[in-house]
């Protein structure tokens, strides 16, 4: 043990001082920043288990949703402009998108596939500018307790 200490100290001492990082460099683009929301299907419920998801103005949203082992319901999530969940989720059935009319298809920002209990899926999409959106789970029935709101703030 008492070679060690001087050891230590040794080691201690020889450190220089860290430099500072230098300037970054770069000639391509930064990567976009990518912001992690999670939202999930609660339990058995046609609901959603947030009302509402909050992102940053910027960057791309990653947004995984999941659907719990206990669900007995397939479940999607759609990500539409505000006041446009009631038409998209009447132009969407549980298969995805069957046909939406050219209205509809401009109102969505992105969307998942459709999942089964247990499963999880992940989408990026670019993130709207700041305002408010809807999204909604477009399975038959399910949109009109199924949704919520993301809000995305503008950057500081
Ligand atoms: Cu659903």
């Known amino acids: 043990m008492y070679r060690l200490i001087p050891l230590l100290c040794c080691l201690s001492c020889s450190v220089p001082p860290a430099d500072p990082a230098p300037p970054a460099v770069s000639v391509t683009q930064a990567e976009p920043k990518i912001q ?35 669900a ?19 132009q969407c059935s549980a298969e995805g998108l069957v046909e939406p009319n050219a209205e509809a298809m401009k109102s969505i920002i992105a969307h998942s596939e459709t999942i089964g209990p247990g499963q999880k899926t992940t989408i990026e999409f670019e993130t709207p500018p700041p305002g408010r959106y809807e999204y909604v ?3 038959r029935g399910h949109s009109q307790t199924m949704r919520g709101w993301l809000i995305v703030e503008p950057s500081p």
Do not use: W, Y
């Not at 992690?36 to 910027?58: C, H, P, S, V, Y």
């Open 137 to 139: 789970c477009t399975v």
């Open 72 to 90: 007995s319901m397939n479940h999607n999530i759609f990500i539409v402009q505000a006041g446009n969940s009631q038409a998209v989720a009447e």
């Open 36 to 70: 992690e929301l999670t939202i999930a299907a609660r339990g058995n419920l046609m609901a959603f288990d947030q009302g509402e998801l909050r992102a940053r103005a910027g960057g791309k949203i990653r947004l995984t949703f999941s659907n719990p082992k206990n």
